[in-house]
């Protein structure tokens, strides 16, 4: 005779598997079509990808809820185990930002940085004398006194010539030490390295004595950045001129201090007094210092999209153009003759006179996404641009006619190099870049793609003499010989741990790396 609970079985209908098993084969083709089919860039494919993800997660508890037929008992016990999975995840790990390809990076809650440099109200500190500092005499004669070194791009010419051997000459390790969060870089001149830092809510302009990594004095202003994709901390990497030590801060504040005893030259608010606003990422242009003008670029409207002060004293000097800014540099090239100002707005890449700041030429450009990477001044008045998120590159012609105007005439476009932070760098006629996070080399004169092979990640490079010295975004250090034949890697080793997006400085055989935790500073193997 059936018992009760056969006949509540037999009374039960099937468990209806099919729109489960629909809902994850058409979310494993979704997936397959944006990282296989579709052409678009990594950031995007990673994007495609994890809100396909999602969805399908949600569908399927749905599904678990309203249209499974399974017991009740059994839906709610599923329903709850996923959620409280979910919960406990989110009450174990915070999100510290994303790599480069929008990947969330995941940390305990419970870890913190082992920064024990401490607060202060704000203001400047000096903690130790520049006269008393051990092996203050042995510093290198050369400096890498800004963003992306002394000419601004990425090169160092007459640097030392590095050995090619790293297990043979490994190299020596001087210091390294926790640090305030920031994706600043360092600036150098003699005995002083230079860097932003945020440490609680006040930005720190820190310098540090080179062989040691002590600090020799600091300065802080009241004032924070920080969104939970873009991190925390200033953007910036200071310029050193004149005796004087120029920092922009995430937020707009531009600091003139002096370099030997970080004390206030001058300080203003670049995005109040230009009546503009801090963008969605930051202020991340690094200060451009030409002779007695600090130039940065607020955004501001009416002649104030790029703006110069005065070293001296910090008076406005000039402003000029109305665009937006994004998240590139000023710098300096001379292009028809004429000296200017290359700037990667948010609408495009703009050409303004040095003397009176008035834009001389533009040349437009996909505004839907940020724009990072340096325009690049080539010989023959050519200058190459380069975006990441699927946009790609491309080589203009700038000429200046007789009537003294400028015209744009692009020689080629391609979407092979797609530089988001990275600056790429040039040499004998050939480009290499970062194209989402491999490494490229392209033909200048046409644009052809020579070879892509190595991913290191969205990284930063510095050209020494003939070989390419790679900071990766893992946090290794990679040197890599250069040629359109091939990639030659030829050693590397593990600089910092975490995401680095920091650009590195060298002066000499000494290399200053950091990210948002922890800096260094590394003796490299010269060549005997």
């Not at 995007?44 to 399927?60: D, K």
């Not at 130039?295 to 501001?300: A, D, E």
């Not at 480009?431 to 092979?453: F, M, N, P, R, S």
Request: aromatic residues 8%; contains cysteine; positive net charge.
């Amino acid at each position: 005779m059936p018992t009760g609970s056969d006949l509540r079985s037999a009374q039960q209908p099937p468990v209806r598997w099919w729109p489960a098993a629909l809902i994850v084969v058409l979310a494993g083709l979704t997936v397959l079509y944006f990282r296989v089919i579709r052409e678009d860039s990594q950031q995007w494919r990673n994007i495609h990808s994890m809100e396909t993800v999602i969805v399908a997660i949600m569908l399927l508890l749905l599904w678990v809820l309203f249209g499974s037929r399974l017991r009740w008992k059994v839906r709610w016990l599923v329903f709850g185990s996923v959620v409280g999975f979910i919960a406990l995840l989110a009450a174990m790990f915070r999100v510290h930002g994303v790599t480069g390809d929008l990947v969330p990076v995941l940390k305990f809650r419970w870890s913190r940085p082992a920064l024990s440099l401490g607060s202060s109200t704000s203001g400047t500190t000096t903690e130790t004398s520049s006269s008393s500092l051990p092996g203050s005499t042995a510093m290198p004669a050369n400096s890498y006194p800004q963003f992306l070194g002394p000419d601004r791009n990425a090169r160092l010419p007459q640097g030392p010539r590095l050995a090619r051997d790293w297990t043979a000459q490994p190299p020596e390790k001087l210091w390294r030490r926790p640090i305030g969060a920031a994706w600043s870089g360092f600036a150098i001149v003699g005995n002083r390295a230079i860097t932003l830092e945020q440490r609680s809510d006040e930005e720190w302009v820190v310098c540090y004595e080179l062989l040691t990594g002590k600090v020799l004095w600091s300065h802080s202003d009241k004032a924070r950045y920080f969104s939970t994709i873009a991190g925390e901390g200033p953007r910036t990497t200071p310029s050193i001129s004149g005796g004087k030590v120029v920092t922009l801060g995430g937020t707009g504040i531009l600091n003139c201090l002096d370099l030997a005893t970080g004390k206030v030259v001058w300080r203003k608010d670049i995005i109040a007094e230009n009546q503009s606003h801090v963008p969605e990422w930051g202020v991340a242009g690094s200060p451009l210092v030409m002779g007695d003008l600090v130039i940065v670029n607020p955004g501001g409207k009416h002649d104030r999209s790029l703006v110069a002060y005065r070293l001296s004293n910090g008076e406005f000097a000039w402003g000029g153009g109305d665009d937006n800014a994004s998240y590139s540099s000023p710098c300096g090239a001379t292009l028809g003759g004429v000296p200017q100002i290359l700037i990667f707005n948010h609408h495009g890449i703009f050409g303004h006179d040095v003397t009176t700041g008035q834009v001389k030429w533009q040349h437009p450009w996909d505004s839907k996404q940020p724009h990072v990477a340096l325009p690049v001044a080539l010989a023959g008045d050519r200058v190459l641009v380069s975006s990441g998120y699927g946009v790609g590159s491309e080589l203009l012609r700038i000429t200046r006619h007789e009537t003294g105007a400028f015209t744009v005439e692009p020689l080629w476009k391609t979407n092979r190099l797609k530089a988001k932070f990275n600056n790429p760098v040039t040499r004998n006629g050939y480009v290499y870049g970062l194209d989402d996070g491999i490494l490229a080399c392209l033909d200048l004169a046409t644009g052809e793609l020579k070879w892509k092979e190595g991913r290191y990640g969205h990284g930063q490079f510095i050209l020494v003499r003939d070989v390419l010295l790679i900071t990766a975004e893992n946090g290794e250090v990679v040197l890599v010989v250069p040629v359109p034949a091939e990639r030659r890697e030829l050693a590397k080793f593990q600089a910092l741990d975490g995401k680095t997006w920091n650009p590195p400085a060298m002066v000499g055989e000494l290399l200053l790396v950091r990210n948002d935790q922890e800096a260094a500073c590394y003796r490299l193997p010269v060549a005997r």
